[in-house]
């Protein structure tokens, strides 16, 4: 019988016997397209030297990648997407003035450094491409602050002193963004829409939310890191943020700046790097929140989101120690 | 038992004195021409005995009593233990040590699992819409064993039909009512399937005695009910066979011990090339050597698995901590720490993480992205930890 022949060629494996059909590149590839429209609108902003920074990046990104996993006589994962994405959300996070060296050597920073050579995907400690811009704006201060400025013209701003809004505030007050922007309405309208000097990938913020929200459609990221990192942000603006004392702060304006959207959705989700239970990555999201708007309103940087989500990655394992998820009937005090 | 002795349907061939055990009868009429030791679903040999069938489907001596109801719950457990009853779900836990719970873990609650514990199994379901008055009778009879004045039917809601059979069987029964359940994996498990019903968790390490119910499972419920009113040992019990390899699959009243090769042949035989027979579903099932292994009463589904429709781990990524196991363990558990834990042999550390109250129901493992064999790792873990 046909049933006693076959009988020789079956597979004996463990359960489970079937798989659903997500995959680890599926993902990378999923987040990378969903930072298309921002993308987008960096190129039309900044035109196509977003798009030479930001090839670099995916270019070196890529090089890193193979080079160390070459030398480690480790299997090449190129096409698992995740060497893209750090270099797309790297040059993403670069300005577009920053010159050739800039992403290649922040792109290699960012891969073989903070990535492979931590033991490659799944065992970095920090976001690697938050690493990469944190090593460029280290080494070279200078041309990490230049901006320039979007093609369309910007009122008001001359080319000589394109700043960023984060750092306009800093240095004049909401009383001088203002006066260059023209009122508070057009300034919240340039802001959502990304008319502003910044790094190439961060100004837009309605493209960063379309693709944030398609990520929590896909459920491939949940609300809890960017609601609980923005909302943080908007409260501590609101009580400390103001030059005529408590409660002065403008909460609109610190949301709508400097790369806190793009953080709170891309960069502090990263699934290595932030906690797994959904209470950790609440704390998670209020600890980046504290620590941007500390250094946003008192330290020496104008924005502080990069240096804070950097700092809250170290303590994703204690978070994750201590915020275990609660097991079914198991009363929270039996836990460790 | 002897080679050569003939035995008729329903004649014991086998038994132990160890109170976790239960009885086991002759399921078909015949000489007995081997006593031999045979592979059983898990791939390990077990003592057997071997008949050779002579077609006559002599039944032994069996005692008829429509008055079952009138016997004391001792004696309905005598019968239910007498006819070798055990879980039918796949556990194959025997039923009337499940029916004498300690004294200090008093009973409120019956509930028979028509929740279908795999994908692909529809044994279950088949038994609802064919035979739910006997099933009704069954929990009857348990809910008397034990005591107890409620009873629940609980079916995932995409059988409406047997919820409809369910109803109409128990329509007259006060106490019993039928509960519609939401369709998910692993809602046929029984701790999940209790939280639905009743809202009680049962604890960590519990059984669901712990918080005042017993669950059996629906063919479980049919044997009780033939054992009590027709003195009819466990012999038979309904098979899925089914799958993208077997030509035309259903549900197959099949008796204990009819080898697997012969169910599927009665289902037409292979389609295209077979890449995997399983007993069990596909989550918790095992993939089988060889095809002489017998129908068992734990039997629940023969599945045979194509090529396209299967898959296994060889080859799997690094942990990228995306949480989906946490999301999807209805035990609450951190599948991701369990299997990274695992991999780097930090066995005893596993135990933080609630090693031991994994099932291994093998959701963690089926929405893991990079492949990785985590219920494997979990395995693995509990076969090296001090204990």
Not at chain 2, 106 to 120: M, Q, W
Not at chain 2, 160 to 171: F, G, L, N, T, V
């Amino acid at each position: 019988m046909a049933v006693a022949k076959k009988e020789q060629e079956l597979i004996v494996t463990v359960s489970p016997h079937i798989r659903n059909d997500e995959t680890v590149s599926r993902i990378m590839w999923t987040v990378s397209l969903s930072l298309l429209p921002a993308f987008v609108f960096g190129v039309y902003f900044f035109g196509p030297r977003a798009v030479y920074v930001t090839a670099l990046c995916i270019v070196g990104a890529f090089f890193s990648e193979w080079l160390v996993q070459k030398m480690t006589g480790k299997e090449i994962t190129l096409n698992d997407g995740s060497a893209f994405l750090t270099g797309l959300l790297l040059g993403m996070n670069l300005p577009s003035s920053a010159p050739f060296y800039i992403p290649l050597v922040s792109s290699f920073v960012a891969v073989a450094i903070t990535k492979q050579l931590f033991g490659g995907l799944g065992y970095n400690i920090f976001n690697p491409a938050l690493i990469g811009r944190a090593f460029a704006l280290i080494t070279w201060p200078r041309a990490m602050t230049t901006w320039f400025e979007p093609t369309a013209a910007f009122v008001g701003l001359d080319a000589k002193t394109t700043a960023t809004p984060l750092a306009i505030l800093k240095e004049g007050g909401m009383q001088k963004i203002i006066e260059i922007f023209g009122d508070k309405m057009s300034l919240y309208t340039d802001l959502l829409i990304g008319h502003r000097a910044g790094s190439l990938g961060e100004t837009s913020v309605i493209a960063l939310l379309i693709g944030g929200a398609f990520l929590i459609y896909k459920k491939y990221i949940t609300w809890h890191i960017p609601i609980s990192f923005l909302a943080t942000v908007a409260l501590m603006a609101w009580i400390f943020g103001g030059r005529e004392g408590f409660f002065t702060g403008d909460p609109v304006l610190h949301l709508l700046s400097g790369g806190l959207i793009l953080g709170a959705f891309f960069m502090a989700t990263d699934y290595v790097t932030c906690p797994s239970t959904r209470t950790g990555q609440i704390i998670f999201g209020i600890g980046c929140g504290l620590l941007t708007i500390l250094i946003r309103l008192k330290a020496g940087y104008p924005e502080g989101v990069m240096f804070a989500i950097l700092l809250m990655n170290c303590f994703s394992p204690l978070i994750d120690r201590n915020m275990k998820s609660k097991v079914f009937g198991l009363a929270k005090e039996a836990q460790q | 038992m002897q080679i050569g002795q003939e035995v008729k349907k329903g004649d014991l061939i086998g038994e132990t004195t160890a109170f976790v055990s239960a009885p086991v009868h002759a399921s078909v009429s015949g000489k007995v021409v081997a006593l031999m030791d045979a592979p059983n679903a898990m791939g390990k040999m077990v003592p057997a005995v071997v008949i050779d069938n002579n077609g006559k489907e002599e039944w032994t001596q069996l005692r008829d009593n429509p008055d079952y109801m009138k016997l004391t719950p001792e004696e309905l457990k005598g019968k239910i233990k007498d006819a070798g009853i055990v879980g039918m779900g796949g556990a194959t836990f025997p039923t009337h040590v499940k029916l004498s719970p300690p004294k200090e873990k008093p009973i409120d609650v019956v509930i028979i699992n028509g929740a279908e514990c795999e994908p692909y199994l529809t044994a279950d379901h088949r038994m609802m819409v064919e035979s739910p008055s006997d099933i009704i009778e069954g929990l009857k009879i348990l809910m008397k064993v034990l005591g107890v004045s409620k009873g629940y039917v609980g079916i995932e809601n995409n059988k409406p039909d047997a919820i409809a059979k369910m109803k109409e069987a128990s329509s007259g029964e006060a106490n019993i009512e039928v509960a519609e359940l939401e369709v998910k994996y692993p809602q046929g498990a029984e701790k999940m399937l209790i939280k639905a019903i009743t809202d009680r968790n049962v604890p960590a390490g519990g059984l669901p005695m712990d918080v005042g119910v017993v669950v059996q499972n629906v063919g479980t419920a049919l044997a009780v009910f033939e054992a009590c009113r027709y003195g009819k040992p466990l012999i038979e019990r309904v098979v899925t066979v089914t799958g993208l390899g077997v030509k035309t699959p259903g549900n197959l009243r099949a008796r204990v011990g009819t080898p697997v090769k012969e169910l599927i042949e009665t289902c037409g035989g292979f389609n295209n090339s077979p890449a995997k027979v399983i007993l069990g579903g596909p989550m918790m099932g095992f993939a089988q050597y060889t095809l002489d292994v017998p129908v068992a009463k734990g039997t629940s589904g023969i599945l045979v698995m194509s090529e396209e429709e299967h898959s296994t781990s060889g080859k799997f990524g690094p942990c990228i901590k995306c949480g989906n196991c946490i999301d999807a363990c209805p035990m609450g558990l951190m599948p991701s720490m369990l299997s990274l834990l695992s991999e780097k042999g930090f066995y005893e550390e596993t135990k933080e993480y609630n090693l031991l109250d994994c099932f291994e129901c093998g959701t963690c493992t089926y929405v893991c992205p990079s492949k990785r064999p985590i219920v494997q790792f979990v395995r693995l873990s509990k076969s090296l930890i001090k204990r």
